[in-house]
């Protein structure tokens, strides 16, 4: 059997037709196949690659530090050098409240574990989320997620949430002096790139504030880069209570963080001690590798391009199959008239050697968040290809 036969044999499945693409290499922008073929990488990963795929950096670290030493404790226990300096580095880049990092395995974990510190934190336990909204898989993590087609198959979830409207001024009179926290993302990803209003993002804040819940911003997909400034609720002009990291934090290693301040956190210390635990949260490769690629982002100095990268996108996705295109930097959804539309471009794309994909709330939208580090003329060759690939659909 070939490895394409035994991965579909052994390895589980998360739908009945997967890309099944056998990679062999990545580096930068590109990615390679068993035959040799080169795939323009559009998606970063999910935008887990925001500086590119193996960036020479991240691989020195993490073989650095694997030579000195690997696991060693439970999270928490020891002084572990690439957990202080990551963690360090990543304060100094925050609002001087956010000043206090739990790092875990991934963003799902991250929520879970931002959902906890509310409830402990406030005494409260009812939790607010919104509406097409994604948080990750895990049982907490999904009762917030925000689509019932990808609850219902696994109720009963977590009691206690309600699923507000987000841009939703109305939705905001239901976060009331009982509600722990209110998780929203910065920018709404899954449901095909909603940007939020900056007065109804200010509204927000302020009830949270009136009501005494803690504000929860997610940025597990759009942080560190993505939307053109190194957080997007820098854009928003508010600061959380608690910051959700995750994807791009590891610098392709898998790793997750929520943040808070030091009087927030430290109500998980006692009554339980050890009120949230992990084992291999802030693994010290992964820190280190983590650390490598943030300094990385900052040294390139990438992020002030991503705007005009951004817009240089919109100005060649031309085409009269093209219903919209919303975006926030280097995050776009580009939507279709369906998703079997959708579906057909992203089939021809790949097929040309340029990787996309689409969005779990919008499927008809076609996903765009490439590592930051895409040129102009790797740009204008993407887009050259999504437009054939949309003049190939509709003349069928």
């Not at 887990?48 to 690997?70: F, R, S």
């Not at 209570?241 to 929520?258: E, N, Q, S, T, W």
């Not at 204008?380 to 659909?393: K, P």
Request: with cysteine; hydrophobic share 45%.
């Amino acid at each position: 059997m070939n490895n394409r036969q035994l991965f579909l044999q052994h390895v589980a499945q998360t739908s009945d037709a997967p890309l099944a693409l056998e990679i062999v290499k990545a580096a930068g922008m590109y990615m390679w196949d068993a035959k040799g073929k080169q795939y323009l990488d559009l998606i970063a990963g999910i935008s887990v690659c925001n500086i590119g795929h193996c960036h020479p950096a991240v691989v020195k670290a993490i073989q650095d530090q694997a030579e000195q030493y690997m696991h060693l404790l439970v999270y928490g226990e020891f002084v572990q050098s690439p957990q202080v300096a990551f963690a360090t580095a990543l304060t100094r880049q925050l609002p001087a409240d956010l000043n206090s990092v739990f790092f875990t395995n991934s963003g799902a974990e991250a929520i879970e574990g931002a959902m906890k510190l509310a409830k402990r934190y406030t005494g409260k336990t009812e939790i607010a989320a919104f509406n097409r909204s994604y948080h990750g898989s895990t049982q907490g993590a999904l009762s917030i997620l925000g689509d019932e087609y990808w609850r219902n198959a696994y109720r009963p979830l977590l009691p206690g949430i309600r699923h507000l409207e987000y841009n939703n001024y109305e939705s905001l009179e239901q976060i009331t002096d009982k509600t722990a926290a209110v998780i929203a993302e910065s920018v709404q990803a899954e449901g095909g790139v909603i940007v939020p209003q900056r007065e109804w993002i200010h509204a927000l804040r302020d009830k949270c504030a009136a009501t005494g819940a803690l504000l929860i911003l997610d940025e597990v997909q759009c942080g560190l880069g993505r939307n053109g400034t190194l957080w997007a609720f820098e854009q928003h002009g508010i600061t959380p209570d608690i910051l959700v990291l995750g994807k791009a934090l590891g610098g392709g290693m898998p790793l997750g963080a929520f943040i808070a301040s030091r009087d927030i956190m430290w109500s998980l210390t006692n009554s339980p001690v050890l009120g949230h635990i992990t084992t291999f949260g802030g693994h010290p490769v992964n820190c280190a590798a983590g650390l490598a690629g943030f300094n990385a982002l900052l040294e390139m100095d990438v992020i002030k391009d991503v705007k005009a990268k951004g817009q240089l996108f919109h100005e060649r996705l031309q085409h009269p199959a093209i219903k919209s295109v919303r975006s926030l930097g280097l995050m776009m959804a580009i939507e279709m008239e369906s998703f079997a539309v959708n579906k057909k471009v992203i089939d021809y794309c790949i097929e040309k050697g340029v990787l996309t994909d689409w969005f779990l709330f919008a499927p008809e939208c076609l996903r765009i968040a490439p590592p930051l580090i895409i040129t102009e003329t790797e740009i204008r060759h993407a887009c050259m290809i999504i437009c054939e690939a949309l003049d190939a659909v509709t003349a069928e």
